[in-house]
């Protein structure tokens, strides 16, 4: 079994900051990849920002205000998020994949750009 749980999600204001945390626990295996993706009502799941072997990917929309970086000792993935625009509002999953093929979602938190 392998547990995803991300926290750090809220509500903020325009131009305003957070810092999401996503920590997978049980048993992981090796991790080979982990990621941020988001969903909004009645659009698809999109990719935000990756992280594979140190090499960081990140959808168009965010580069430059979103930093996704990893404690690989802690099974931990965060996601500074700066700049927030109303658009960046959704439902924030984070995304485990291992080397068996494994591949693991939270729960999701909800952040939400306001104000």
């Known amino acids: 079994q392998v547990q995803v749980v991300e926290s750090g999600g809220g509500l903020v204001q325009p131009g305003g900051s957070l810092r999401l945390s996503c920590v997978a626990s049980g048993n992981v295996f090796r991790i080979t990849a982990m990621g941020w993706y988001r969903q909004v009502p009645g659009n698809e799941r999109e990719l935000v920002a990756g992280i594979t072997d140190g090499i960081t990917n990140y959808a168009d929309s965010v580069k430059g205000r979103f930093t996704i970086s990893r404690e690989n000792v802690k099974n931990t993935v965060f996601l500074q998020m700066n700049s927030l625009r109303p658009e960046d509002t959704a439902v924030y999953y984070c995304?485990?994949?291992?080397?068996?093929?494994?591949?693991?979602w939270g729960q999701g938190t909800q952040v939400t750009v306001s104000g």
């Open positions: 995304n485990v994949r291992n080397l068996v093929g494994g591949d693991y």
